[in-house]
């Protein structure tokens, strides 16, 4: 695969970026595409290992070393084919996905790993620019009708296979536009909309009918969507945010990430919003949470004309290498440095708040902070306790809570008379995505709980598998690392 000195010949080279002050002015993808010599160079370095590691590291089992090797000999087509044939949204994971298959890369063992994400970036856009990617409809239908509710990266996978499969698929999206957390929560600095409509119109061309507006179980009945299915799959996300219960949580200028965070992006999308405007503008910023949440809050935040953003972390701050507990090809925990941090943030670790500051109307003003330690011992769950002497008083006028999920809302299933597991998530069986209700499955985030997107996919794609199963008694649709390759 690749060329085999390649490794040992061509360093390993991503997209560049937009200077940091030029970038802040606008809502707009920022990175500097690579040539196609380049582009090939980095394909070449994918060497013949014997065992590809990185189909493990990857959710989806793509087939990573035939694509780096396509595109090392120029074969963009046959590149986007054997892509396509594992990931149906190569242009969503390859632009917000945190790649475990590069931390799996053999070469990452102890060279630069392949730059795999952004090389899947680009035959998606290569495929969309010379029209290779048409709309598959089915040439027979089998009369079998499934609403897929949730329109997310979990449902559009699952749609689309389930369409491929001949059957009738309708999604549900309560928003008035499609996407899920891909439009409404991840800002347009990282991937523009115009890439989620694009995908939308083909898939719209393949048969699948979308219903925007729609809140099953609120304006649409559960069992009007009984009532005309066959099968339901269940892909609303874990949307539940994690809250933090101290003095002054009530007080204006405390948000949820998720609730700043999409109503910025209605903004750039021309969309209304509900509720009071949340603005970052001219404005002392504190963001709580270090994932990936908390970073696009970093970054939208000086786009919107913050004073300042200081990001916290309880956790203790990871060094730049693999720990020696995470061994090679397991996902390690270490330092990450994101595009928004590179814009001027402050990053504070192991750092805990204990109190919301206000003034007299209410307004906040401030926050203390305590500083924390974390104890470790073998076979236990690390111990969190404070440092004696440590509070701290910050200024901010806006607070934006990123700290995670802890599940799936529970209107929808206590309807449906559907069971939850230990994690408040839609208890549904890995064996086949089946709830304890017979005919109505459960993937993506709202199965797993808060997950990558490429882990999103990979469930929409697995339950299409065992939902066509469920209707037809077999199916021919791929499970992971599967599909219909073609002939070199």
Request: aromatic residues 8%; charged residues 25%; proline residues 6%.
């Amino acid at each position: 695969m690749g060329k085999p000195t390649g490794f040992l010949e061509y360093e390993r080279k991503v997209e560049a970026y937009a200077p940091a002050q030029e970038r802040v002015k606008e809502f707009k993808e920022f990175t500097i595409p690579l040539e196609e010599k380049e582009l090939k160079d980095q394909g070449a370095r994918c060497m013949d290992c014997g065992i590809p590691f990185c189909h493990s590291g990857c959710p989806l089992g793509n087939l990573i070393p035939d694509f780096n090797d396509a595109v090392y000999k120029g074969k963009w087509e046959r590149a986007a084919k054997i892509l396509h044939s594992t990931n149906n949204f190569p242009e969503f994971t390859g632009r917000l996905c945190p790649a475990p298959c590069e931390e799996a890369c053999v070469l990452n063992i102890n060279e630069d790993p392949v730059t795999i994400e952004n090389i899947e970036k680009n035959i998606a856009e290569q495929a969309f620019e010379n029209g290779w990617i048409q709309p598959q409809v089915p040439e027979i239908r089998t009369g079998k009708k499934v609403a897929v509710i949730g329109s997310g990266p979990a449902g559009l996978a699952a749609a689309q296979q389930l369409n491929r499969a001949g059957h009738y698929i309708t999604v549900f999206e309560r928003d008035e536009k499609a996407g899920g957390l891909l439009r409404y929560g991840i800002p347009d600095f990282k991937m523009e909309k115009s890439v989620i409509d694009r995908r939308l119109e083909v898939l719209e061309e393949e048969g699948i009918k979308f219903v925007t507006g729609a809140h099953v179980g609120k304006n649409i009945s559960v069992e009007e969507i009984k009532s005309n299915h066959d099968a339901i799959v269940l892909c609303g996300g874990a949307t539940v945010s994690r809250a933090l219960p101290i003095k002054g949580a009530d007080l204006k200028g405390v948000y949820q990430a998720m609730d700043f965070l999409p109503q910025n992006n209605r903004r750039v999308d021309n969309l209304p919003f509900l509720g009071e405007e949340i603005s970052a503008q001219n404005k002392k910023v504190v963001v709580i949470g270090g994932g990936d949440t908390g970073s696009d809050c970093v970054g939208t935040s000086f786009r919107q004309g913050a004073v300042s953003v200081t990001n916290f972390e309880i956790m203790e701050k990871a060094g730049l290498e693999r720990p020696k507990n995470q061994p090679w090809p397991y996902w390690p925990m270490r330092l990450r440095t994101t595009s928004s941090h590179k814009e001027g943030a402050e990053r504070q670790w192991s750092i805990s708040t204990k109190e919301f500051l206000g003034d007299k109307d209410g307004n906040l003003t401030g926050l203390i902070t305590t500083e924390v330690e974390w104890t470790h011992k073998l076979g236990e769950r690390p111990q969190l306790s404070e440092v004696p002497g440590t509070e701290q008083k910050w200024d901010c006028e806006l607070a934006l809570l990123a700290m995670g999920f802890t599940g799936s809302e529970t209107n929808l299933p206590e309807q449906l008379g559907l069971e939850m597991d230990a994690r408040s998530n839609i208890k549904a069986s890995i064996d086949n995505y089946m709830s304890n209700v017979p005919g109505i499955f459960v993937a993506g985030d709202s199965r797993r709980g808060q997950s990558l997107i490429v882990w999103a996919i990979s469930e929409g794609r697995e339950a299409a598998y065992y939902v066509d199963k469920y209707l037809m008694g077999a199916s021919n649709l791929p499970l992971k690392g599967e599909g219909d390759l073609p002939r070199r």
